[in-house]
């Protein structure tokens, strides 16, 4: 049995330009049908035209090779990589932000990313760094999702530092007043991805995973599986439609990831999506490396 195996910079770079690419031109199977099921509920003209145009959007953007939307997006890069890999010939970090570069390059896809946040505000020109998030798991490949964001939706996205006793009815509140506070701005309609628990940085980065779980798959423990349906109601209640417009959907889907915390708080982290759910996934075997 080996007990080590390689994975080549290089492959890393080929998988993160083609996912790139893919995330940013195909909408994903399961949200098309979402949409599709909301134009055919729908009872509003003009909301029912939005449906339409989203879905006449998607198919051009995937017949014609290019993006479903102009904002093509922070590249978020998501790394599972078993403890029993190296990565040769190269940094696994300048690797995959070599497979940003070329594929927003290659692919002509809008470069959205700034040098610094605040002063000078000089465009990377390539789209580059990614943001990285890295998890080291058992075994002997790498696992990669890339889900290019956009800022539109991002910029609606909400923290709250809950206590305790705020229960469930304060997290359904919570996410209502954001949904209802951002209104037509994150490109309704949305996927909502809800962190409850953990800490302020780490409640973030679980609302952000909520959003990659299978469309239309509920929580697996029950009381979580019922906020998330009664979240898809109230929300919906709102009225606020595609592209604000009004009708009966404003959020296609709702996924809630928890972490433990704190016996004296209770985080809540609302990270709202527009339609364009962007993200692809591939692995790499890794090699066996004879000793």
């Known amino acids: 049995m080996h007990e080590r195996y390689e994975v080549g910079a290089s492959e890393i770079t080929e998988l993160v330009r083609d996912l790139a690419l893919k995330a940013n031109m195909l909408l994903p199977d399961g949200l098309k049908r979402m949409i599709g099921d909301a134009y055919n509920k729908e009872k509003m003209s003009i909301a029912k035209e939005a449906f339409s145009d989203i879905l006449k959007n998607a198919e051009l953007a995937a017949e014609k090779n290019m993006p479903i939307c102009q ?28 497979g940003i570069r070329r594929a927003y390059t290659e692919g002509y896809l809008r470069k959205s ?37 956009g800022m539109g939706s991002e910029n609606m996205s909400r923290i709250y530092m809950l206590k305790p006793a705020d ?9 209502v007043e954001a949904v209802r506070t951002a209104g037509p701005n994150p490109c309704p309609p949305i996927v909502l ?8 940085e780490t409640v973030a980065l679980a609302s952000k995973l909520a959003l990659l779980k299978p469309e239309g798959i509920r929580h697996r423990i029950p009381e979580y599986a019922e ?16 592209g604000g417009y009004g009708g009966m959907t404003t959020v296609l889907d709702v996924h809630i990831e928890t972490l433990p915390t704190h016996i004296a708080g209770m985080p809540v982290a609302v990270n709202i999506c527009c339609h364009a759910l962007r993200h692809a996934e591939g692995k790499i075997e ?4 004879d000793d």
């Open 193 to 200: 991805g809800i962190g409850i628990g953990g800490n302020f």
């Open 71 to 98: 904002d093509c997006g922070l590249a978020v890069v998501f790394i599972e990589i078993g403890q029993r890999i190296s990565v040769c010939d190269g940094s696994i970090e300048d690797a995959v932000n070599e």
């Open 113 to 149: 990313v700034v040098k610094d946040p605040l002063f000078r505000r000089e465009n990377s020109g390539d789209n580059t760094p990614a943001v990285i998030h890295w998890k080291i798991t058992t075994g002997k490949d790498i696992k990669i999702t890339v889900s290019p964001k």
């Open 286 to 289: 890794g090699r066996p490396i």
């Open 227 to 242: 906020m998330e349906n009664e979240i898809l109601k109230r929300v919906n209640e709102l009225g606020i439609g595609p």
């Open 167 to 175: 229960g469930a009815e304060g997290v359904i509140k919570s996410v």
